[in-house]
Protein backbone atom coordinates (compact mmCIF):
# COMPACT_ATOMS: atom_id res chain seq x y z
CA UNK A 1 0.00 0.00 0.00
CA UNK A 2 1.17 3.32 -0.52
CA UNK A 3 -1.51 5.84 -0.01
CA UNK A 4 -5.44 5.15 0.27
CA UNK A 5 -6.14 8.24 -2.53
CA UNK A 6 -4.75 11.19 -3.91
CA UNK A 7 -2.29 13.85 -2.26
CA UNK A 8 -4.84 16.18 -0.68
CA UNK A 9 -3.87 19.69 -1.37
CA UNK A 10 -2.77 21.44 1.87
CA UNK A 11 -2.55 25.28 2.71
CA UNK A 12 1.10 26.22 2.93
CA UNK A 13 0.56 27.97 6.54
CA UNK A 14 -0.91 24.22 7.58
CA UNK A 15 -0.61 23.79 11.29
CA UNK A 16 -0.81 20.25 13.37
CA UNK A 17 -3.40 20.26 16.35
CA UNK A 18 -2.34 18.23 19.72
CA UNK A 19 -4.48 17.29 21.76
CA UNK A 20 -6.13 15.03 24.27
CA UNK A 21 -4.41 13.19 27.69
CA UNK A 22 -1.67 16.50 27.75
CA UNK A 23 -1.36 19.31 29.32
CA UNK A 24 -0.73 21.68 26.80
CA UNK A 25 -3.04 21.59 24.35
CA UNK A 26 -1.35 23.28 21.12
CA UNK A 27 -1.51 24.22 17.39
CA UNK A 28 1.55 23.58 16.04
CA UNK A 29 3.33 25.25 12.52
CA UNK A 30 6.05 23.50 10.91
CA UNK A 31 8.21 26.71 11.96
CA UNK A 32 7.49 26.34 15.43
CA UNK A 33 7.95 22.38 14.67
CA UNK A 34 11.22 23.93 13.80
CA UNK A 35 11.90 25.21 16.86
CA UNK A 36 12.24 22.43 19.15
CA UNK A 37 15.21 20.09 19.19
CA UNK A 38 15.41 17.65 15.80
CA UNK A 39 17.63 14.84 14.40
CA UNK A 40 18.49 13.46 10.95
CA UNK A 41 17.97 9.78 11.17
CA UNK A 42 19.05 7.31 8.26
CA UNK A 43 16.50 4.98 8.27
CA UNK A 44 14.77 1.81 6.55
CA UNK A 45 10.87 2.13 5.33
CA UNK A 46 8.98 -1.08 5.57
CA UNK A 47 5.41 -1.52 3.73
CA UNK A 48 3.41 -4.36 4.85
CA UNK A 49 3.06 -5.40 1.23
CA UNK A 50 6.50 -6.31 1.39
CA UNK A 51 8.83 -3.96 -0.41
CA UNK A 52 11.15 -1.49 1.26
CA UNK A 53 13.20 1.25 0.76
CA UNK A 54 16.35 1.96 2.93
CA UNK A 55 18.71 4.29 3.57
CA UNK A 56 16.10 7.37 3.97
CA UNK A 57 17.89 10.29 5.56
CA UNK A 58 14.80 11.79 7.72
CA UNK A 59 14.91 15.27 9.69
CA UNK A 60 12.44 15.82 12.57
CA UNK A 61 11.94 15.93 15.84
CA UNK A 62 11.57 12.97 17.77
CA UNK A 63 8.72 11.70 19.30
CA UNK A 64 10.20 11.93 22.49
CA UNK A 65 10.70 15.50 22.47
CA UNK A 66 7.12 16.74 21.44
CA UNK A 67 5.65 14.05 24.46
CA UNK A 68 7.64 16.19 26.75
CA UNK A 69 7.15 19.70 25.11
CA UNK A 70 3.05 18.87 25.50
CA UNK A 71 3.24 17.42 29.08
CA UNK A 72 1.75 14.00 28.87
CA UNK A 73 -0.57 12.78 31.56
CA UNK A 74 -0.51 9.68 33.16
CA UNK A 75 -4.11 8.73 31.95
CA UNK A 76 -3.26 8.34 28.45
CA UNK A 77 -2.49 5.06 26.67
CA UNK A 78 -2.19 5.41 23.16
CA UNK A 79 -1.86 8.01 20.38
CA UNK A 80 -3.85 8.44 17.58
CA UNK A 81 -2.28 10.29 14.31
CA UNK A 82 -4.41 12.09 12.00
CA UNK A 83 -3.51 13.09 8.20
CA UNK A 84 -5.44 15.77 5.94
CA UNK A 85 -6.46 12.97 3.48
CA UNK A 86 -8.65 11.43 6.38
CA UNK A 87 -5.98 8.79 6.81
CA UNK A 88 -5.51 7.46 11.34
CA UNK A 89 -2.91 5.43 11.78
CA UNK A 90 -2.80 4.54 15.96
CA UNK A 91 0.27 3.36 18.04
CA UNK A 92 0.61 2.40 22.05
CA UNK A 93 1.71 5.20 23.68
CA UNK A 94 4.70 3.47 24.93
CA UNK A 95 5.33 2.38 21.02
CA UNK A 96 5.34 5.72 20.16
CA UNK A 97 8.23 6.64 23.05
CA UNK A 98 10.75 5.71 20.82
CA UNK A 99 13.42 8.29 19.40
CA UNK A 100 12.83 6.96 15.95
CA UNK A 101 9.66 8.07 15.51
CA UNK A 102 10.20 11.17 13.51
CA UNK A 103 7.58 14.02 12.68
CA UNK A 104 9.89 14.83 10.17
CA UNK A 105 10.35 17.65 7.34
CA UNK A 106 13.00 16.58 5.22
CA UNK A 107 14.02 13.87 3.51
CA UNK A 108 17.87 13.39 2.43
CA UNK A 109 18.38 17.48 2.66
CA UNK A 110 15.10 18.45 1.08
CA UNK A 111 12.05 19.82 2.10
CA UNK A 112 9.55 16.70 2.25
CA UNK A 113 7.68 15.94 -1.34
CA UNK A 114 4.02 16.16 -1.07
CA UNK A 115 4.16 12.50 -2.43
CA UNK A 116 5.88 11.53 0.31
CA UNK A 117 3.84 13.11 2.82
CA UNK A 118 5.06 16.83 2.80
CA UNK A 119 5.20 19.05 4.59
CA UNK A 120 5.13 17.07 7.79
CA UNK A 121 5.11 13.21 8.35
CA UNK A 122 5.56 10.47 11.01
CA UNK A 123 8.35 7.87 10.21
CA UNK A 124 8.21 4.53 12.02
CA UNK A 125 11.02 2.46 11.36
CA UNK A 126 10.50 0.18 14.44
CA UNK A 127 6.88 -0.47 12.81
CA UNK A 128 5.37 -1.07 9.15
CA UNK A 129 5.35 1.97 7.22
CA UNK A 130 1.50 2.57 7.80
CA UNK A 131 1.82 3.26 11.25
CA UNK A 132 3.66 6.65 9.41
CA UNK A 133 1.27 8.97 8.70
CA UNK A 134 1.70 11.51 5.74
CA UNK A 135 0.41 14.73 5.54
CA UNK A 136 0.00 15.29 9.25
CA UNK A 137 -2.63 16.93 10.78
CA UNK A 138 -3.22 16.09 14.13
CA UNK A 139 -1.70 14.08 17.13
CA UNK A 140 -4.34 12.72 19.56
CA UNK A 141 -3.36 11.27 22.83
CA UNK A 142 -6.24 8.87 24.15
CA UNK A 143 -6.81 6.76 27.28
CA UNK A 144 -7.96 4.41 25.05
CA UNK A 145 -6.93 2.61 21.94
CA UNK A 146 -9.08 4.12 18.76
CA UNK A 147 -8.50 2.14 15.67
CA UNK A 148 -6.85 4.07 12.86
CA UNK A 149 -7.51 3.19 8.95
CA UNK A 150 -5.89 0.29 7.95
CA UNK A 151 -6.46 -0.92 11.76
CA UNK A 152 -10.10 -0.81 11.24
CA UNK A 153 -9.80 -2.62 8.09
CA UNK A 154 -7.43 -5.68 10.13
CA UNK A 155 -4.34 -5.06 9.83
CA UNK A 156 -2.35 -4.73 13.25
CA UNK A 157 -2.00 -2.10 16.14
CA UNK A 158 1.06 -3.09 17.08
CA UNK A 159 2.65 -3.68 13.64
CA UNK A 160 6.09 -4.76 14.40
CA UNK A 161 7.87 -5.80 11.60
CA UNK A 162 10.66 -8.53 12.74
CA UNK A 163 7.89 -10.39 14.09
CA UNK A 164 6.05 -9.79 10.48
CA UNK A 165 2.45 -8.54 12.69
CA UNK A 166 0.86 -7.95 9.34
CA UNK A 167 -2.93 -8.65 10.85
CA UNK A 168 -5.26 -9.05 13.90
N1 LIG B 1 -1.94 10.19 5.34
C1 LIG B 1 -1.54 9.00 4.88
N2 LIG B 1 -0.42 8.46 5.36
C2 LIG B 1 0.01 7.25 4.92
C3 LIG B 1 -0.74 6.52 3.96
C4 LIG B 1 -1.92 7.12 3.46
O1 LIG B 1 -2.65 6.57 2.61
N3 LIG B 1 -2.29 8.36 3.93
N4 LIG B 1 -0.27 5.29 3.54
C5 LIG B 1 0.68 4.59 4.44
C6 LIG B 1 1.34 3.43 3.81
S1 LIG B 1 0.43 2.01 3.70
C7 LIG B 1 2.67 3.48 3.42
S2 LIG B 1 3.49 2.10 2.86
C8 LIG B 1 3.44 4.73 3.46
C9 LIG B 1 3.98 5.09 2.08
O2 LIG B 1 4.84 6.19 2.18
P1 LIG B 1 5.52 6.79 0.87
O3 LIG B 1 4.42 7.23 -0.05
O4 LIG B 1 6.40 7.89 1.35
O5 LIG B 1 6.31 5.68 0.25
O6 LIG B 1 2.66 5.83 3.94
C10 LIG B 1 1.75 5.54 4.97
N5 LIG B 1 1.17 6.77 5.43
MO1 LIG C 1 2.02 0.38 3.10
Same mark, same amino acid.
Given at each position: ?? =???????????? &?????? !????????SLDEFKTLDSETQR?????????????CLFHGVMFPTLAEHVGVRE?? =???????????? &?????? !??????????WALNGEALPAEHGGPLRAVTPHKYAYKGAKWLSGIEFTSEPKRGYWEQRGYSSSANPWKEERYV
Open positions: ML =SKGEIPSIPHDS &TVEVWG !EIENELTVQDFHCVTGWSRFDEA =SHVLFHAYDGYT &TDLPLS !ECLFDGLLLA
